[in-house]
């Protein structure tokens, strides 16, 4: 037996040596290192699956480490960081002012809040005591992810102020009277907006034909966000979105300085314009006929009458007096207008044309000639006087009252007067035929012919007065201006 086992041991020494496995080449071990990390966890997965979209220079040089603590260690800082607050301090007082809500101008006003920092957020409390997590407690709440946050001099006289500015318009200032102080909070928040903007959870949307990253509505949650993989893809959006940013910051100061600008160009304009004589002179402003000045049109007219008002008179009593609601029935507006216009360019005017054949066209621009005297033709201060002597009871009296006072009246108003209330006494001679009486005639040029001032008192009361005036003169024209004795 023994000589056996001596014999079988032997013959095991001298079988050959166990076949080494085949070489596997490049592509075996690196579908084979695919299928180890394809063990690892989700997380590992997902960081994976996005190293097949960038390019390998994008990607981080991280060894994943096997042990089951250091990997845990490794998903604490690729992940779960982002839930812990990136400072050393959880709050202190400083003072804040919104000076913008979502693009609308605040007005700014300090106040002392109470500030803690976390992972991507800003809280502004009005007391240490709110700052728990009772519902209502919060007074503001500045989401991080997108934000710019910069140093400012121009926004405030206050030193140590930096603005932050979120993604979705809104400004706040910052500030603290030390500079250590404010420095910390301003490198803390810097970090924390790096850190939420370069954060996994903000999950970028993308077009289903295309790799073009789009912007988050404010109606989606965690609008505002973006990945690293997005800012990686698409640098140019994100140097538009930091202009976009910048120049809104510097808005208020263009906006400031070209109001600056517009005041001193209207200055300057309104110290250099010519004066009305001078452009009159080259005939750029031409005198008016309607809303001149009674005395300064019959002055530049050389009469006591004015010449439209002589014309339209004539063009009346030559071809009117015999028509149906003379004076009471309205012209056409525009062909009113057109007369007008053609009055006021000084040119040649004929009402004898066959486009003023319509009477009542004439007698539409003469009242509204006298209504928009800037005067009318009862003067202002004769008013109250001619209302006192309408109220006199005795009949002769109350003819002398109002007789004086038109002698009184300046010269072309007189004048003027005298004209038309003989012409509305030829009107009243054809008040068969035309149906209008010294009570219609009053009523139409009472609040055409006088007005107060200022209307402090009764206008209804007022408008009594002027029909009544009005009809009291047309009944005595003759006495009151004498005209028998012409």
Not at 55 to 63: F, H, N, Q
Not at 64 to 84: D, K, L, P, T, Y
Not at 285 to 303: A, H, Q, S, Y
Not at 372 to 393: G, S, Y
Request: contains cysteine; proline residues 5%.
């Amino acid at each position: 037996m023994a000589g056996m086992r001596s014999t079988n041991i032997q013959n095991t020494m001298k079988q050959p040596p166990p076949i080494p496995p085949p070489q596997r080449s490049t592509a075996a071990q690196g579908a084979v290192q695919m299928r180890i990390k394809n063990s690892q966890s989700s997380g590992d997965r997902l960081s994976q699956s996005k190293s097949m979209v960038l390019k390998e220079s994008d990607l981080p040089d991280k060894p994943i480490s096997r042990h089951r603590r250091n990997q845990s260690q490794h998903n604490a800082v690729a992940g779960s960081a982002i839930f812990e607050p990136l400072v050393d301090f959880k709050g202190e007082h400083l003072n804040v002012a919104k000076i913008s809500d979502s693009g609308k101008k605040l007005r700014k006003n300090w106040t002392s809040l109470w500030t803690v920092l976390t992972s991507d957020q800003l809280f502004f409390y009005k007391d240490k005591q709110e700052s728990g997590l009772k519902p209502g407690g919060k007074t503001d709440i500045v989401q991080l992810c997108g934000a710019v946050i910069e140093w400012t001099t121009e926004k405030s006289s206050r030193k140590n102020v930096f603005q932050i500015t979120t993604n979705t318009g809104s400004d706040y200032l910052v500030q603290t009277d030390n500079y250590s102080t404010a420095s910390k909070w301003y490198q803390a928040i810097r970090k924390t907006v790096d850190s939420s903007t370069k954060d996994d959870r903000c999950f970028p949307l993308r077009r289903s034909t295309s790799t073009e990253y789009l912007p988050r509505h404010s109606s989606l949650p965690g609008y505002g966000s973006c990945s690293a993989s997005a800012k990686q893809h698409n640098p140019v959006h994100r140097r538009s979105i930091n202009m976009f940013s910048s120049s809104k910051l510097k808005h208020s100061i263009s906006d400031s300085a070209d109001k600056n600008g517009v005041k001193n160009r209207l200055k300057k304009f309104i110290t250099r314009r010519p004066s009305m004589k001078t452009l009159q002179e080259k005939g750029l402003i031409k005198d008016r006929v309607f809303g001149c000045n009674l005395l300064t049109l019959c002055e530049r007219e050389g009469t006591t009458v004015p010449k439209f008002v002589q014309m339209c008179l004539d063009a009346i009593e030559k071809r009117g007096l015999e028509v149906d609601g003379l004076y009471r029935v309205s012209g056409n507006l525009a062909t009113i207008q057109k007369l007008r216009f053609i009055v006021d360019q000084e040119e040649a005017l004929d009402l004898d044309h066959n486009q003023w054949e319509d009477i009542h066209v004439v007698t539409g621009a003469l009242k509204m000639f006298f209504r928009e005297l800037p005067e009318p033709l009862f003067p202002f201060r004769f008013f109250q006087p001619f209302v006192e002597a309408i109220r006199i009871k005795e009949p002769r009296d109350k003819v002398q009252a109002v007789k004086k006072l038109m002698q009184q009246l300046p010269k072309p108003n007189q004048d003027t007067m005298k004209l038309l209330f003989s012409h509305l006494q030829r009107v009243l001679d054809f008040t068969k035929k035309n149906l209008m009486s010294t009570q219609g005639i009053g009523i139409v040029f009472g609040p055409t012919l006088m007005w107060p001032e200022l209307d402090a008192g009764n206008m209804a009361v007022n408008m009594v007065y002027q029909n009544q005036i009005v009809e009291f003169i047309l009944i005595n024209s003759r006495e009151i201006f004498n005209i028998d004795k012409k």
